[in-house]
């Protein structure tokens, strides 16, 4: 074999180790990005169908209910509700009342299956997105 063919040969495979690398690495990302939806997207059936997503809104005054380490809750902002169950420890300022962004999936029921609960940590936090789907709730619910 010519160097120069050599040399052509070490180019290609390198470049088809970089092209499968980077297939590996944007598959990997794809598959934790979690999408952020709010509780009127999902009623509007503008959820991920199949995949994990993230929704946030307020925990709504009396819907905790808890069977030994699985939670009740519903999810709202205020316009829509979702009920949400869990199981696991959830964080220490998850209360009703209050805000969170929970990841998990939605079944074909309409409930939320959780895989991870996030609680706001002060008075003063809430995700961006949260709080716009909070403000945008109110001024539709206050049109009607």
Avoid: C, W
């Avoid at 970089?18 to 059936?45: F, K, M, Q």
């Avoid at 307020?58 to 199981?87: E, Q």
């Avoid at 009342?97 to 809430?126: C, T």
């Amino acid at each position: 074999m010519k160097p120069r063919h050599k040399r052509a040969a070490i180019i290609i495979g390198a470049l088809a180790a970089i092209g499968i690398a980077a297939v590996l690495i944007l598959n990997a990302l794809n598959s934790n990005i979690a999408l952020y939806v709010t509780p009127s997207e999902v009623a509007a059936g503008n959820a991920p169908q199949g995949q994990a997503f993230r929704i946030g809104g307020m925990v709504k005054d009396g819907s905790l209910k808890r069977d030994g380490l699985t939670v009740h809750f519903v999810i709202t902002d205020m316009a829509k509700d979702i009920p949400v169950s869990y199981t696991g420890i959830l964080p220490d300022l998850f209360k009703e009342g209050k805000g969170a962004v929970i990841q998990g999936r939605l079944e074909p029921n309409g409930q939320f299956v959780a895989s991870e609960v996030l609680a706001k940590h002060d008075e003063n936090y809430m995700p961006p997105q949260a709080k716009h789907a909070l403000d945008q709730a109110q001024k539709n619910g206050n049109k009607q």
